[in-house]
């Protein structure tokens, strides 16, 4: 409604009303309408064209990336990149840690953000609003800071070069933003839900999995995002946790080929894309959910 | 009701395991740091209690790029807060309007927000890349050779070439957060300035920016904060270098330690960057509180 209504006043279409009866095809509102087209397109090709540049590449041969013109589409799709990439260059494998570590940090945090949001908001003890305070610090914390202290710590435990080593810091630093989130959900559910279902003689943990959990559904779709992003895209403690081949994560594995294909830039780029393919997917997928996800997390912060 | 919801043993199970991971994985380890930062420690063999030594080395006998670092983060804080947000603020007025292709440009925008650092680092190495990068070629294609360089190895243009790429990443983020801020205004409160006939700019300036201060904030806040904490892009690009041109304190820090095994100094660095996060928080807070009382 309201956008529509805005549609008529942006002065794109307002030019042709009251005051031009005679329609100029180059009035001035006109050439700063186009101005401003003009220059919104060149921004989209600035974000887009370094992309899709990236795609190209990695179908390319080196004749052709390091040829007359680097910047012309590819003569022949050469998917054999892929094909090298995955299995020589081990993305495949990288690929697989990656979906491992980050569906179980997705998964275990969602179920523990969603226990513990409960738990703070729909509960009544004295700490609650402290237990509170404490989660949401964290989202000051760097996690740099950290770093050392838990490289420490996860070799005398003797998690390092695990996927647990991966997993767990994943987790801490993914609850304070998904109980942030959670917390300010529960909030908007009326109290009436808990209370006839109290009458009916359902225990709290029954309140919990089979009302609560149903209903929060929206607010960990939003979470689930964000954790996934923050997960898979994650470089610094992959890098430093995990230096055994068979754990190690898509960042770190690129990193890793960057030496091995320093002049083969088709294989580079195809693992390149290869790791972002599911990042595009769900982007493309659910593209208004993505962004609510970065607009909610953002709101009361 | 009131039993059930006050039962302290549901209340321990909900919470705990959570507390428990958080306490482990971010909080313990804050006060390890500041216990390792006052030790002069290489990992390996003993450890000798130092006091603040190694804040005095790090502050005031300062010779390993350090004061390059704080330069650098606040290089990049400054080009966040004032040419970064300024520009996803101008493109969200103009796209909020309800232009043509507002869901495309909107989507197109944010793009480069959710690909790995690490994907994007990559791929603007090979952009920057002097003999076949993207960059080199179209300046050679537009007759400007002479602007030819080799971007992230010439100390002189590293900086400024990963400040454009962070910009170039982040700038949708912005967009899209104040774009949602504008969108939550009613149109009617445009109305009234419409009957007197306000022009775009004055809409912008008089009613849409003060209404979406909040928002703006909390871009500031987050435009200042991601710029004290930038790792990834540094690392993958330059790792600080050429000649610590692009040191950051996180890129410092991880060179320290895992480098050179300065466990303690890394680890004075550290608190440091922790500091520094909570000091421009408080500062952004007494920023925009001063002007919501001027306004």
């Not at chain 2, 043993?9 to 919470?15: E, G, M, P, T």
Request: include cysteine.
């Amino acid at each position: 409604m309201e956008s529509a209504k805005r549609v008529k006043e942006a002065p794109g279409y307002q030019v042709q009303s009251s005051h031009a009866p005679k329609k100029s095809k180059f009035g001035i509102k006109n050439i700063k309408a186009y101005g401003e087209k003009f220059i919104l397109l060149f921004i989209a090709a600035i974000q887009i064209y370094p992309l899709l540049w990236l795609i190209m590449f990695s179908l390319k041969s080196n004749q052709e990336i390091f040829g007359k013109n680097p910047l012309a589409l590819p003569q022949k799709l050469l998917w054999g990149n892929y094909e090298r990439a995955l299995l020589d260059g081990n993305i495949g494998r990288y690929f697989i840690n990656s979906v491992i570590v980050t569906a179980a940090a997705v998964v275990i945090t969602s179920v523990l953000a969603a226990m513990a949001s409960y738990g703070i908001s729909r509960m009544k003890w004295k700490l609650s609003g402290t237990m509170l305070m404490i989660f949401l610090l964290g989202m000051m914390i760097p996690m740099h800071s950290t770093l050392l202290p838990l490289f420490i710590f996860l070799k005398k435990a003797q998690l390092y070069n695990t996927y647990v080593a991966l997993v767990l810091p994943y987790i801490g630093f993914s609850l304070p933003m998904a109980i942030f989130v959670l917390v300010g959900f529960f909030g908007t559910l009326p109290r009436e839900l808990e209370e006839s279902a109290c009458l009916d003689g359902a225990n709290i943990y029954q309140i919990f999995a089979s009302i609560m959990l149903p209903l929060i559904k929206p607010a960990v779709a939003t979470i689930s995002i964000f954790t996934y992003l923050s997960c898979w895209n994650e470089l610094m403690f992959a890098t430093t946790f995990v230096s055994r081949q068979e754990y190690k994560t898509l960042t770190v594995g690129i990193m890793g080929m960057v030496g091995q294909y320093a002049t083969r830039w088709g294989e580079l780029g195809a693992g390149l894309v290869i790791a972002t393919i599911p990042t595009v997917i769900i982007y493309i997928s659910m593209s208004k959910q993505v962004q609510k996800s970065f607009t909610t997390g953002a709101l009361k912060g | 009701m009131e039993k059930v919801l006050s039962d302290k043993k549901a209340i321990f199970l909900f919470v705990f395991p959570a507390f428990v991971v958080f306490a482990m994985v971010v909080i313990i380890p804050i006060f390890f740091s500041a216990y390792y930062s006052t030790l002069d420690w290489n990992g390996i063999g003993k450890s000798t209690f130092i006091g603040i030594q190694n804040y005095v080395n790090l502050f005031v006998n300062n010779k390993d790029g350090f004061a390059m670092a704080i330069k650098n983060s606040f290089l990049v804080a400054f080009f966040s807060v004032f040419v970064q947000v300024p520009l996803a603020l101008i493109l969200a007025l103009v796209i909020s309007k309800g232009i043509k292709g507002e869901g495309f440009f909107r989507t197109v925008y944010f793009i480069p927000v959710i690909i790995s650092t690490t994907v994007i680092g990559q791929l603007w190495m090979k952009i920057y890349q002097p003999k076949h990068g993207m960059l080199n070629k179209l300046l050679e294609i537009a007759g400007l050779d002479s602007l030819q360089r080799n971007w992230l190895a010439t100390p002189q243009t590293a900086m400024a070439s990963v400040l454009f790429v962070i910009i170039w990443q982040y700038i949708g983020y912005h967009m899209l957060l104040l774009y949602s801020g504008i969108k939550a205004i009613p149109g009617d409160i445009y109305e009234a300035a419409e009957v007197d006939g306000a022009t775009n700019f004055q809409k912008a300036a008089r009613i849409t920016i003060p209404l979406i201060a909040p928002m703006i904030k909390v871009c500031v806040t987050f435009a200042l904060i991601g710029s004290l904490k930038t790792f990834d892009l540094i690392y993958v690009l330059t790792k600080g270098g050429p000649i610590h041109a692009t040191e950051v304190p996180t890129t410092l820090m991880f060179s320290n330690i895992f480098l050179q095994n300065k466990y303690g100094y890394g680890s004075a660095m550290s608190i440091f960057i922790i500091l520094e996060c909570l000091l421009f928080t408080v500062f952004i807070n007494k920023v925009f509180k001063a002007e919501s009382i001027t306004y």
